[in-house]
């Protein structure tokens, strides 16, 4: 693709961002526990609804991973998954501990199997 000055974006932006996942943040109640319905259909209906954003990156930077136990982490995929149904999510696997990344990312594959 060539750019210009004058068309420095000649592609419509659904097209050029057809592949971006949204990065999801993660609500949380004043007792700091997971707000599920703040979770669900606010923020992930939306994005593959109105948005057409039919990916999504839970449990990242964003999603505050670190605020959060390995369950908090792995039933915030399991919401996600729930609710988008077909639509791929990705669970960070992110930590300081293996044996955490280990486990939430098994947990991952039995929970969002990669399907083509």
């Known amino acids: 693709m060539n750019y210009d000055r004058s068309n420095p974006n000649p592609m419509p932006p659904r097209q050029t961002c057809a592949a971006f996942w949204a990065a999801a943040l993660t609500p949380f109640r004043p007792d700091l526990s997971i707000r599920r319905g703040r979770i669900s259909p606010e923020t992930l209906r939306h994005w593959v609804d109105d948005l057409g954003r039919r990916r999504r ?3 990242g930077k964003q999603g505050e991973f670190f605020s959060m136990s390995r369950a908090e982490r792995k039933r915030t995929l399991e919401i996600a998954v729930e609710e988008i149904g077909g639509a791929r999510t990705i669970l960070s696997c992110s930590d300081q501990n293996l ?4 486990a939430l990312a098994r947990h991952a594959r039995r929970s969002a199997p990669i399907t083509s």
Do not use: K, L, N, Y
């Open 99 to 102: 044996d955490t990344v280990i």
């Open 57 to 59: 990156f839970v449990c």
